[in-house]
């Protein structure tokens, strides 16, 4: 019997220990993917420690973070003035903006960061 009581496993139960219930919230992540709110509460707390970081923007430990997981997707972080450049942006990876840049408010930008980052390895291990 795996269960003694509502929400109470038994002792026998494979779900009664701690490393088996993390092991398969790992697995689920990695077959179904973060949920957009889960890669919105990453993005919202990088932000956050973005912004409390010293000097330039592109320097900050946070960005090579955030530019690390997009690397590990198969996107590429470009600024808003790469974006104009045409051969820059032919490529058939996604191009997302800077971290400082993101605005989880724009459903269509979040859902194209999510999309890109929802399986992201980095992303996976930090949430």
Known sequence: VPFIGKDMPSTSSEFAQPDVAIGFTTLAFHYQGLRIEDVRDMLREAQKRVEGE????????????????????????????????????KG????????????LENPKQLATIHELLKHSPGLTAES
Do not use: C, D, F, I
């Open 54 to 89: 010293s000097g330039p923007m592109s320097e900050r430990p946070t960005m090579a973070v955030y530019k690390k997981w997009v690397e590990e997707s198969g996107g590429v972080v470009r600024t808003p003035a790469e974006l104009m450049n045409e051969e820059l942006t």
């Open 92 to 103: 058939s990876e996604v191009n997302a903006p800077p971290l400082h840049q993101v605005q």
